[in-house]
T-cell receptor, first 111, second 114 residues
Framework: DAKTTQPPSMDCAEGRAANLPCNHS???????VYWYRQIHSQGPQYIIH???NNETNEMASLIITEDRKSSTLILPHATLRDTAVYYCIVPGGTSYGKLTFGQGTILTVHP | EPEVTQTPSHQVTQMGQEVILRCVPI?????FYWYRQILGQKVEFLVSFYNNEISEKSEIFDDQFSVERPDGSNFTLKIRSTKLEDSAMYFC????????????FGPGTRLTVT
């Protein structure tokens, strides 16, 4: 799996956009970027993934730089329930789908 | 919306005892996983299971661990002789198809070994 680097923690005010960065400079051409989150000891939850184009779903947007060496997960209107650990994962293509979690970014949304 | 379920939510056992953690993956999913998370640490991959056999396992998944899909719905993780260091949250996950890393996780079983 390509190595990813995320800030250990971030804060965001409720109602504002939360922008979570991830560096994955060793990503190869056919590897996707996946984002998961884990709300306090619950099971991780899939958010979104992308290859090179920007992606949006009902939960978030994913912006991937043109060189694909970094990405940003955007929660457009953060709520208190978005407080969680956010994981950026670049899975390798040779395994049977296992996910390798790093430490992630602890996002705290303040009232 | 379909979801992965796990039972029990909390299991307390004594060192050396066998435990079985149970999971019901989403019904049309074909790939199944177990992960664990020791308190305050990262989520760690244990094993993946496809077509009724283990497809990949980590170094953590030693001879004390086994997995089984005894029927069409359940997926179990057995620890034969628990150790104190097996205390952790155990998460089951499933996904519908090859080529995707979009996995659906259960709520976890908290295993406490005393």
């Amino acid at each position: 799996d390509a190595k990813t680097t995320q800030p250990p923690s971030m804060d965001c005010a409720e109602g504002r956009a939360a922008n979570l960065p991830c560096n994955h400079s060793t990503i190869s051409g056919n590897e996707y970027v996946y984002w998961y989150r884990q709300i306090h000891s619950q099971g991780p939850q899939y958010i979104i993934h992308g290859l090179k184009n920007n992606e949006t779903n009902e939960m978030a947007s994913l912006i991937i730089t043109e060189d694909r060496k970094s990405s940003t997960l955007i929660l457009p209107h953060a709520t208190l329930r978005d407080t969680a650990v956010y994981y950026c994962i670049v899975p390798g293509g040779t395994s049977y789908g296992k996910l390798t979690f790093g430490q992630g970014t602890i996002l705290t949304v303040h009232p | 919306e379909p979801e992965v379920t796990q039972t029990p939510s909390h299991q307390v056992t004594q060192m050396g005892q066998e435990v079985i953690l149970r999971c019901v993956p989403i019904s049309n999913h074909l790939y199944f996983y177990w992960y664990r998370q020791i308190l305050g640490q990262k989520v760690e991959f244990l094993v993946s299971f496809y077509n009724n056999e283990i497809s990949e396992k980590s170094e953590i998944f030693d001879d004390q661990f086994s997995v089984e899909r005894p029927d069409g719905s359940n997926f179990t993780l057995k620890i034969r002789s628990t150790k104190l260091e097996d205390s952790a949250m155990y998460f089951c996950a499933s996904k519908p198809r090859q080529g995707s890393y979009e996995q659906y996780f259960g709520p976890g079983t908290r295993l406490t070994v005393t």
